[in-house]
């Protein structure tokens, strides 16, 4: 029985910024012992003749004790220690010895700053340096070094106690994550691509990393002159000057700080499209592996229907195994004779998956790699060799084993035929009904050593010109814009394909000098998933080196992609929900007759446009991240160390569409001892305030969230009230989950509670995780409450929160809210670009006619640059690829408008004289004020789920008297007086509710939590079960549900 205590002591020391005012301690407990009570004994002098003094814990938890030590503005420096009383024996225990006391150290505003440090060593060698101030508190440098091999920077910064985040190439395709705490530890053999340094003294943290470009790459790497080196490797004949990026902000931006990487922060993601929906993908990879047929792939179909799954699945990728290859190297456009076991072509096979159970798959993709196969070409196939085939030799990655790759060449088309080679092969998979491509194997690019057919040909060169060819090929042949339709990028962990910028084609749109074309791609940012692995620690690292890949992934532009998952696994769910965090499609790679229906239900659910078909639910935009409150350091070392319970991995996901955000968490520990102890280790940790807050901070600038109502966008209000929730699974799967915690946060101020470091933000929650794959995870869910406008001052304070799709890992991601003053129901969360942000024209993917209409609508788009070039580029491109079918669709839409206006030049002939009638709008009396904008109505609820939808209703009544009457009303009585409820424009009643299997709408009264202020509100839990409407045919078919919450009209 042992007590686990953090901070630890064994003479360590804890470094605190100067803002600091308090410093929280926490001690667990394995296993209840009610006989056990922890003390924290306090020491504000260093001298011999000390005063101590104890500060108790309180439990808040049966394992779990909290303490808090107010810091002395005048007192800089405090050693603490920890002991034991046995309420039974009164026997006193204390921990460690005098020498092992540990000690706070708050620095002073006169303390250096280890940022500036690191910042002048890179100066040092520097030829040139600019500066831009993307927020008063975070700042992007540019920093020029002139063309040499190895830049070593101050080996005096092995001296300084930076905390690290390193992101290195340990194998040839793949970058892993990496906390260190000491720059001695970087690499000396292995590539740091992107490096994390942050000052726990100042609460600062810099992300640095050398930029590569077309004739380069740079990497960082320790040697013995430095810690801190900088290694480039140019092409053939250009030594072009070196480019380091560095930017420093406060240590809780760790994502946004990534996003001014690439620019992603300057743009908000575009919700004015309208979200639709997609369902879940099946891989053959570890469903089938490589050798595998076609008559298999609808085998397992038929055993996704037989499971009820079948009307789940959207899409089909038809993983290695499928091409015409002569041992490992590519030999023809089309499938193999013994994977067409049931076809006779690789345009019937897929046709036979499309029409396989009623056309339920609409899209079928297919791998293939870079080289065209794992080794290159065929050189002895005819077709191969119209493209002028050259020969290769390779490099050796020193992550590989010691003997070199083989084969030790391989053979690829001659950069002059590049492109007729890729518009051929993406030309064929076109027109045989492949609708997208999962490319492999494209960091194995940087294997290219020489050409021995050519030696004057640059791999370099001919690396790049292959990565932005296939750029361009992609969008022409799999469709531009459509988010089914794109390709996956695997096994592309490359500097040349993350950290390379281009040259900017216009002055003048950004304030550095290039840009980084990631938007959109989705990328596989991990090893892949191992389903056969015996050991717990394989789908623990899995989980934990997304989350940190995801960081750097969305700080680059991309869409992060966790890889496939079986929903049958045993480790499914803890997987499942980790892909539910990410926008990119999710594939299940399930064996026959290993599947789970349930599990799949969290995943997905029913649309309301076509009940019978699923859709998934989750994330809509980019993906969650690991919070940097256990990503640098020792808290992120903890997360996988078995000798300490404490750390879980966080990832927030922020959901401004519906008003909150989401944090998963996970037990990532590494096993210590046999598998049966890795299952049985327990880890905790504390959600703070300052988690929440960086959870609900999207990528954007804005200093605030854009939360989903006026009300709540306001700039005179900077502060919202929070519901944080977990949910639990019930025992009887025929019920809802029911809410297994709630914490209510009034006034809580996002930009204050970022800004607190991470030892002294107050905690909300915490949480103990055990080792069980079903036990390891959880979600918490953050809501806003959002008020019901008040009439008078007696009306009660009404305060609504939605918490989303309650049976699903991500539901808050299946709501959007709406203002009940917008009759069309549209989300006021939609983006509305500031006048200096470039606006993309809702005419892309339109035509001309389109296009000219809407800038006479809107004449700013037509001023953008920006915008407009692209715009007209595609609209031409697409006049000269098909000048006939373009004609055509031009005058459709000609005609369209003109019928559209006459028929609104009829309605206003016919019917404006009705308006002379109407009495015209009473002035307002003379010195009145007039009425600003007014808050909205009610609030609008949207969900193209029929799902079973939760929402919080908190009524603070204006006098104690009015709380809870023993002579008063019930209280659902209460509630139906208060607000009204309209589903799709049809009202409900909210009388007393029958049995929850029964009530479209069912009530739960929810006991107040003991942080809320006295007299406490009245919490009613009100879950919405749409299913029971549509059986009874009480609403008509719409694309989604409508449920808005209003108070009566008086």
């Known amino acids: ?57 309180n439990q808040n938890h049966p394992f779990l004790w909290h303490a808090s030590l107010q810091l002395n503005p005048n007192n800089c420096n405090y050693q603490f220690t920890y002991r034991l009383i046995s309420e039974s024996s009164n026997q006193i225990t204390w921990l460690g ?37 993307i927020q008063p508190d975070i700042q992007y440098h540019r920093i020029t070094f002139s063309a040499q091999d190895e830049i070593h920077l101050d080996k005096q910064l092995a001296e300084i106690p930076y905390e690290l985040l390193a992101f290195e190439r340990s194998k040839p395709v793949w970058f892993t994550p990496r906390p260190l705490i000491h720059l001695t530890e970087l690499s000396t053999s292995l590539d740091t691509v992107l490096l994390v340094l942050a000052d726990p003294s100042h609460n600062r943290l810099a992300v640095m990393f050398p930029i590569s470009t077309k004739q380069q790459y740079s990497t960082i790497r320790s040697t013995s002159t430095s810690p801190l080196t900088i290694c480039t490797e140019y092409s053939k004949d250009i030594h072009s000057p070196i480019t380091l990026v560095l930017i420093t902000g406060p240590c809780s931006q760790l994502s946004r700080m990534m996003a001014v990487a690439s620019g992603a922060a300057n743009h908000s993601p575009n919700q004015s499209q309208e979200y639709t929906p997609r369902g879940l993908g099946y891989c053959t990879w570890d ?76 899209f079928v993709g297919v791998w293939i790699t870079i080289t065209g196969y794992w080794h290159g070409l065929d050189p002895e196939s005819e077709l191969m060799r119209q493209f002028q085939l050259q020969k290769w030799t390779l490099r050796h990655h020193p992550s590989s084993d010691a003997t070199p790759p083989s084969p030790v060449h391989w053979f690829l088309p001659s950069r002059a035929q590049l492109r007729p080679f890729w518009n051929s092969y993406f030309g064929y998979l076109k027109s ?122 969305q700080g680059r532009g991309f869409i992060p992609d966790f890889d496939m998952t079986m929903s049958g696994h045993e480790w499914g769910g803890y997987h499942a929900c980790m892909r539910a965090f990410s926008s990119a499609p999710i594939y299940l790679t399930d064996r026959r007759g290993q599947h789970s229906l349930p599990l799949v239900e969290q995943l997905a659910a029913p649309l309301k446009a076509n009940p019978s078909r699923r859709a998934v639910v989750q994330a809509r935009d980019g993906a969650g991240v690991v919070l940097s409150s256990c990503a640098l350091g020792q808290p992120a070392l903890d997360l996988s160390s078995a000798t300490t319970p ?268 009705l308006t002379l009638g109407r009495p015209a709008r009473p002035a307002p009396p003379a010195g009145a004020h007039e009425v600003g904008p007014h808050p909205p109505e009610s609030l609008v609820f949207e969900s193209p789920y029929s799902a079973s939808l939760g929402f919080l209703v908190l009524v603070h009544h204006p006098t104690p008297s009015a709380h809870h009457r023993d002579d008063g009303p019930p209280q659902t009585t209460q509630l139906a007086s208060a607000i009204q409820i309209h589903i799709n424009g049809h009202p409900v009643s909210l009388s007393t509710p029958l049995p929850r299997q029964q009530a479209p709408l069912s009530i739960q009264i929810l006991d107040p939590t003991p942080s809320l202020p006295s007299p406490p509100p009245d919490i009613f839990f009100l879950r919405f079960n749409p299913h029971l409407l549509t059986q009874s045919h009480f609403v008509p078919t719409h694309q989604s549900w409508s449920i808005q919450i209003l108070r009566p009209k008086k």
């Not at 003479?11 to 410093?23: A, D, G, H, K, L």
């Not at 001919?462 to 695997?490: A, C, M, R, W």
Request: net charge negative; hydrophobic share 40%; proline share 5%.
């Open 432 to 553: 045989a009904g492949v609708d997208f491509v999962k490319i492999d194997n494209q960091a194995g690019l940087d294997q290219l050593l020489n050409c021995e057919s050519d030696a004057t040909e640059d791999p370099s060169v001919y690396k790049i010109t292959l990565l932005d060819l296939l750029d361009e090929l992609i969008p022409l042949h799999f469709g531009q814009g459509d988010p089914d339709n794109k390709v996956i990028h695997s096994m592309a962990h490359s500097p040349h394909i993350w950290l390379r910028e281009y040259p900017l084609v216009e002055e003048g749109c950004s304030s550095s000098s290039s840009r980084v074309e990631n938007s959109q791609k989705i990328m596989r940012t991990s090893d892949d998933f191992f389903p056969d692995l015996s050991e717990p620690d394989g789908h623990r690292w899995h989980i934990l080196s997304n989350a940190f890949m995801s960081l750097v992934a």
């Open 97 to 133: 010895t005098p020498s092992q006391d540990g000690r706070i150290n708050r620095t002073t505003t006169t303390t250096t700053n280890q940022l500036d440090l690191l910042l002048n060593a890179c100066l040092v060698q520097s030829t040139h340096h600019s500066i831009t101030h």
């Open 646 to 913: 404490w750390g879980l991995l966080k990832v927030g996901l922020a959901a401004p569409y519906a008003g909150g955000a989401l944090v998963g968490l996970w037990n990532v520990k590494q096993k210590q001892g046999s598998s049966e102890d890795a299952l049985s280790t327990k880890a905790v940790d504390i959600l703070t305030a300052r988690d929440i807050a960086e959870a609900m901070l999207s990528l954007s600038l804005d200093d605030q969230p854009k939360l989903s109502t006026k009300q709540a966008m306001s700039p005179e209000r900077k502060t919202s009230n929070l519901a944080v929730v977990c949910l639990r699974k019930s025992q009887d799967s025929a019920h809802d989950p029911a809410i297994h915690r709630l914490e209510l946060l009034s006034d809580f101020e996002m930009k204050a509670e970022m800004d607190v470091p991470l030892r002294s933000s107050r905690p909300v929650v915490e949480s103990v995780l055990d080792g069980t794959p079903e036990g390891g995870y959880e979600v918490w869910r953050i809501a806003t409450l959002f008020d019901l406008p008040v009439e008078t001052p007696e009306d009660c304070v009404i305060q609504v929160a939605s918490l989303g799709l309650l049976n699903q890992f991500v539901g808050l991601c299946g709501v959007t809210i709406s203002s009940g003053d917008d009759t069309r129901g549209t989300s006021i969360s939609r983006h509305l670009p500031a006048a200096d942000e470039h606006q993309e024209s809702p005419a892309r993917g339109e035509g001309l006619v389109t296009y000219m209409v809407d800038l006479l609508r809107r004449p700013g788009v037509g001023k953008d640059t920006h915008c407009r070039k692209p715009v007209l580029k595609k609209l031409l491109v697409q006049l000269a690829r098909h000048p006939l079918r373009t004609i055509v669709t031009e005058l459709r839409t000609l005609g369209r408008l003109v019928c559209a206006g006459l028929s609104s030049l009829l309605l206003f002939l016919l019917f404006s004289p």
């Open 287 to 362: 469903s089938l592996g490589p050798e595998y047929k076609l008559s298999q792939v609808l085998t397992i179909l038929d055993s996704f229907q037989a499971a009820g799954i079948d009307q789940t699945l959207d899409r089909v990728l038809l993983d290695d195994g499928w091409q015409d290859v002569s041992g490992r190297a590519l030999a023809g456009w089309d499938a193999n004779k013994t994977w067409l076991d049931s076809s006779s072509s690789l345009a019937s096979a897929i046709q036979a998956i499309r029409d396989h159970h009623r056309q339920a798959i609409k």
């Open 1 to 57: 029985m042992e007590f686990h205590f953090n901070p630890t002591i064994n003479n360590q020391t804890i470094t605190i910024p100067p803002s600091s005012r308090c410093v929280h301690f926490y001690a667990f407990l394995l296993e209840q012992n009610n006989q056990l009570l922890p003390e924290i004994w306090i020491s504000e002098s260093e001298e011999q003749q000390q005063q101590w003094r104890s500060i108790r814990f």
